[in-house]
C-alpha cells in the first residue's frame, strides 16, 4: 500500500457579531479536535498528515499554501461548521485553482446535515464526510482506484456527473473509541499556548479540550444530531485516564475542559474515573457539562475529589412552556435543586441559556431572565438561537417566525431567526440586558474578584486584552439602557 499525505484545514470562519471586534478569539479558542483525531488516525495506518489551523492563526492563506507546496499532498481535507462553510469553499477553490490535481475533501455537521444539496451547489468540494470521519477518511486513501466508491460508508462522491451518497456508517463499522490513538496536539502550531478556553473557566494554565464520548441519546429541537446520530459510545474509565496523564506529561497541561455533550450519563464510567483520577494524583483539574437529572450528592462528592472544578448544564429557558417545547426530559424545579446541590459540594455552576427559541415572547423571556438571575449560579452563556441544518426544529423554523439563513452568520452570536411578535432591535436589546443584569449583581462581581487568586490567569488575559474588553462592555451597556427605556414606556 502506497503511503498518502493529507492536509487537514480548520477554516476561519465569521465566529462574532458581523462588523464587530472578533473577541471569540481573545476570550476561547479550541482546539479543532476533530481534525487531530483524524491525524493521529491516518498516522497510524501508514499515512502522513499535517493541519493548519485558521482560526487560532487567522489572516494568512500563505501558510496552508505553502504547506502544500512544500509537502505535495494527495488529499487536502476540511472541516466546517455552518458559518465556517463558505470559508472553507473559498480556501477549496484557492488550493484548486493553484493545485488542480488535489482531491478535496470537506467533512463537520454542515455537509452531514444537508449532504447533496452541497456537493450540487460547490463542485469543488471532490469528497463529502459524512458523520464521523475516521473509518471513512481511511478507506478513502487506501481506495485502489477501480470503479465507484460503493465500498466506502460514509461518502458523497460524483459518478458519471451525478452526486452519490454511500450511505451512513452502519453500527458495526462505527469505531470502537478506545482503538484510537490520542488526537496529534503536538500538530497543531504554538500548541498549548495558543489555545485557551473561555477566561474565567479554569483555575490554571495551560489548558485544552478534550472530547471522551460521542452522541447523545436525546431530541432536543435546537440540537443537531446528524453527525452521530442519537447513538453514545464513550471511552473507557481506563483510556480516559491514559489520555489525562498523556496531556500532562507530554504538554503540561493543567486543567482540562470535557466537551462531551454529556460526561455524566453513565454513572458506573463517572465512578470508576473519579477513583482513577485520585489515584493518578496528576494535579489536573477539569471541568464537564451535563443535564440536571443525571447528577446526584454522591456523584458531585466523587467529581469534587477527582478535581471537578466546574459544570455547565443546558437550561436554555426559564419558561417551562417553551421548555417543554424544545427540550426532552427537563424540569426547571429539578434543575434550581441541583444546582444547589453542585455548589454545596463546591463546584462551579455555569448556566446555559438560549434567548429567541421558536415560540419566545416578551413574557417568556421575563421568565428566564427572572429564573436564570434568581440561580445561585457562578457563571452563564446566553446564545442566540439558531436553527441549524440538521436539527429537528429547521424544517419547520419558518412557521414561527422569520428566518434570515445567511450561513455565515449562523454561529449563535448573530439573531437570524426572529421569533413571531418581536423584532430583531428588541431581541438584541433584550440580550444586552440580560448579561448586564448579570454582572451588575455584587456576588458575581465578587467572584469575579476571587479570580485574581482562584485564576489568576484569566485576570492576566483580561488586562491584557482590556481595550477588546471595554468595547464590548460599552456596547452591552448602551444596549441594555435602550431595552430599559423600552419597558418604562
Not at 465566529?15 to 481534525?35: H, K, Q, S, Y
Not at 455537509?111 to 447533496?116: E, M
Not at 448602551?478 to 427605556?485: H, I, Q, R, T
Request: hydrophobic share 35%; glycine share 6%; charged share 25%.
Amino acid at each position: 500500500m502506497a503511503k498518502k499525505k493529507i492536509v487537514l484545514i480548520h477554516p476561519q470562519g465569521e465566529n462574532w457579531v458581523a462588523g464587530e471586534t472578533d473577541m471569540t478569539r481573545i476570550a476561547n479558542i479550541m482546539p479543532p479536535i476533530g481534525l487531530c483525531s483524524l491525524a493521529a488516525w491516518v498516522d497510524q495506518h501508514g499515512h502522513q498528515s499535517f493541519i493548519h489551523d485558521c482560526y487560532a492563526f487567522p489572516g494568512d492563506d500563505q501558510l496552508y499554501m505553502d504547506l502544500i507546496e512544500t509537502e505535495e499532498p494527495e488529499f487536502v481535507g476540511l472541516t466546517a461548521t455552518t458559518s465556517a462553510f463558505l470559508d472553507a469553499v473559498r480556501i477549496a477553490k484557492k488550493v484548486k485553482q493553484r493545485f488542480p490535481n488535489v482531491k478535496i475533501l470537506l467533512g463537520g455537521a454542515h455537509i452531514s446535515a444537508l449532504r447533496n444539496e452541497v456537493m450540487e451547489k460547490f463542485p469543488v468540494i471532490d469528497f463529502g464526510v459524512v458523520g464521523e470521519g475516521e473509518n471513512t477518511l481511511l478507506k478513502l486513501m487506501e481506495w485502489d482506484g477501480n470503479g465507484p466508491y460503493t465500498g466506502i460508508s460514509g461518502l458523497l462522491y460524483r459518478w458519471d456527473g451525478q452526486v452519490v451518497y454511500s450511505g451512513f456508517l452502519k453500527k458495526d463499522e462505527l469505531i470502537e473509541l478506545d482503538d484510537l490513538p490520542f488526537p496529534a496536539y503536538d500538530k497543531l502550531k504554538g500548541y498549548p499556548e495558543a489555545y485557551k478556553l473561555p477566561i474565567f473557566n479554569y483555575p490554571k494554565a495551560p489548558n485544552t479540550t478534550v472530547v471522551s464520548s460521542r452522541g447523545c441519546p436525546y431530541t432536543c429541537s435546537y440540537c443537531d444530531r446528524t453527525v452521530f446520530k442519537q447513538s453514545y459510545r464513550f471511552n473507557t474509565p481506563e483510556y480516559t485516564i491514559r489520555y489525562v496523564r498523556h496531556l500532562k506529561e507530554k504538554y503540561g497541561i493543567r486543567h482540562i475542559n470535557f466537551y462531551d455533550d454529556l460526561f455524566t450519563l453513565h454513572k458506573k464510567r463517572v465512578r470508576k474515573f473519579c477513583e482513577l483520577m485520585r489515584e493518578a494524583n496528576l494535579g489536573v483539574t477539569f471541568n464537564i457539562a451535563a443535564r440536571a437529572e443525571h447528577v446526584d450528592e454522591e456523584m458531585l462528592k466523587n467529581l469534587k475529589k477527582a478535581g471537578c472544578w466546574m459544570i455547565s448544564l443546558g437550561i436554555e429557558t426559564g419558561d417551562p412552556k417553551l421548555l417543554e417545547m424544545h427540550r426532552s426530559n427537563s424540569d426547571l424545579d429539578t434543575i434550581r435543586e441541583k444546582v444547589k446541590l453542585i455548589r454545596k459540594a463546591g463546584i462551579r455552576v455555569k448556566g446555559l441559556f438560549i434567548l429567541g427559541l421558536p415560540g419566545e415572547t416578551e413574557e417568556s423571556i421575563d421568565r428566564t431572565f427572572d429564573y436564570a438571575l434568581d440561580l445561585p449560579i457562578n457563571d452563564l452563556n446566553l446564545t442566540k438561537f439558531t436553527p441549524f441544518p440538521g436539527s429537528p426544529v429547521y424544517a419547520t423554523v419558518r412557521d414561527h417566525g422569520e428566518f434570515d439563513e445567511n450561513w455565515e452568520l449562523m454561529n449563535c452570536t448573530n439573531f437570524v431567526f426572529i421569533p413571531k411578535d418581536l423584532t430583531k432591535e428588541r431581541m438584541e436589546q433584550r440580550y444586552m440586558e440580560f448579561y448586564r443584569r448579570h454582572f451588575e449583581r455584587p456576588h458575581i462581581l465578587f467572584d469575579y474578584v476571587t479570580m485574581l487568586w482562584r485564576s489568576p490567569n484569566s485576570w492576566y488575559r483580561l488586562m491584557l486584552n482590556l481595550k477588546d474588553f471595554l468595547k464590548v462592555r460599552s456596547t452591552f451597556k448602551k444596549g441594555s439602557d435602550l431595552a430599559m427605556e423600552y419597558k418604562a414606556r
